[in-house]
């Protein structure tokens, strides 16, 4: 059972749409708040750009002489081979990042917590509610569906979401390291996603109660840190539901990664998604039967629709909104549509 500090600890999460927002998203909006983010977020690395060998350039088969010794293949290799080195160097060094920062945020959690939140193999906890909502981290993950979520969110006050938030994050992070055939990881787990924003409300939040400057510089670090791990983790959803696309039924990656920096509450929109498409996710890995989500599917059918909409495409399509607005005719509006 969660001891006082553990749920002290996770309730503090409860700033994240209050602190982290607000001291993080006026400074990088202006840079982020552009379809073309979502490119750079979902990805970790950065291809090098190669120069064209010279003599690739003569259209004439004549200057391909023998003699002269060089072929397409001979100068395409090197930098294919170049690139493949370079992009696992990269993300050897991410991976390592991630672990470390995982292994070092681990250590200053006290043991009785520790304990608890061990992960454990999937199917551990029992299938009703209460069990899921207290269950520690399993692999493959537990199915958390958007009721569930929401059931242990709100009579919490946000308390639980920061369990939640810890969870996935552990069962991603332990799932890539059993999974990936040279031990990579592309997140910094519970421990390392989670206890840094933490610590830094811990420390933060009375200093700027203080007026000591330092505090307001280290809630704006903990905003920045916890609003790039949600952006992350909406990109590793994204390549999840790309290997299960078949059996979600769907045709394209579900999120905008860059939608985590949208304003409340257009910020919850993308999040429920996540949770519903990562609960799916989980559900098809453990072979469990399928159960309607009456709050993903039917009351809020944005949460559950299977193609990936636009901004616009939501706000001029009342059906996709709420239950009784499923019978609405889309907005004609010129401003809200897409271009050709």
Not at 238 to 261: H, M, R, V
Request: charged share 25%; with cysteine.
């Amino acid at each position: 059972m969660a001891t006082p500090l553990t749920s002290a600890l996770f309730s503090l999460l409860c700033f994240h749409s209050a602190c982290s927002f607000s001291v993080s998203y006026p400074t990088i909006n202006s840079r982020c708040n552009s379809p073309n983010l979502h490119g750079l977020c979902s990805t970790l690395t950065k291809a090098k750009v190669k120069s064209v060998h010279p003599r690739l350039l003569r259209a004439s088969p004549e200057d391909h002489d023998d003699d002269e010794g060089v072929t397409a293949t001979s100068a395409v290799e090197p930098s294919s081979i170049e690139e493949k080195n370079s992009d696992m160097s990269q993300e050897k060094i991410i991976s390592d990042f991630c672990i470390g920062t995982n292994t070092f945020w681990r250590k200053l959690v006290i043991e009785p917590v520790r304990k608890y939140v061990e992960i454990r193999p999937g199917g551990t906890a029992p299938s009703d509610a209460l069990s899921k909502l207290t269950a520690p981290p399993e692999v493959p993950g537990i199915p958390r569906p958007v009721w569930l979520t929401i059931l242990g969110s709100v009579p919490t006050a946000l308390g639980w979401y920061g369990y939640y938030k810890f969870s996935v994050e552990e069962e991603l992070y332990q799932y890539e390291l059993q999974n990936d055939k040279d031990g990579k990881v592309t997140g910094c787990g519970g421990y390392g996603t989670l206890f840094p924003f933490v610590y830094a409300v811990i420390i933060g939040f009375p200093l700027t109660l203080l007026e000591i400057p330092l505090g307001e510089t280290i809630l704006q670090a903990a905003g920045f840190w916890i609003l790039l791990g949600q952006v992350n983790l909406y990109r590793r959803v994204n390549e999840l539901c790309e290997e299960a696309k078949d059996e979600l039924e769907i045709t394209e990656p579900p999120l905008y990664e860059w939608w985590a920096l949208l304003p409340p509450p257009l910020d919850v929109v993308v999040g429920l998604r996540q949770v519903h498409f990562l609960s799916e996710y989980w559900r098809i890995k453990r072979s469990e039967p399928y159960d309607r989500d009456i709050i993903a599917e039917e009351l809020f059918p944005f949460i559950s629709t299977k193609q990936r909409f636009t901004l616009k495409e939501f706000f001029r399509t009342p059906r996709m909104w709420f239950w009784f607005t499923k019978d609405w005719e889309d907005f004609e509006f010129d401003f809200l549509k897409d271009p050709a």
